[in-house]
């Protein structure tokens, strides 16, 4: 009885990291860059950058390509420069 429960939990660990690793190369990814400078820029903005992971000028940074993210690119898409892998 303790070896089945015992394989049957190995069984659905592998199966959740197989799955977890066929989601992760499934995922879309956006490249974002950041070509224009915050400076003058409302704060919801900057942190708007922030919150996408733009720190710096030319600073690019991999997002994952969702309705959230889609958003805030939409918000401050005059400050930046956007290709979809």
Do not use: C, F, W
Not at 9 to 36: A, S
């Amino acid at each position: 009885m303790q070896e089945q429960l015992l394989i049957k939990e190995e069984l659905l660990l592998t199966k959740y990291l197989m799955d977890k690793d066929l989601n992760k190369n499934l995922m879309v990814k956006i490249k974002v860059t950041q070509i224009k400078s915050g400076i003058g820029s409302t704060k919801r903005q900057k942190r708007t950058l922030e919150a996408l992971g733009i720190r710096k000028m030319h600073n690019t940074v991999e997002v994952v390509d969702n309705p959230q993210v889609k958003g805030m690119i939409a918000k401050v898409r005059h400050l930046l420069r956007v290709e979809e892998k």
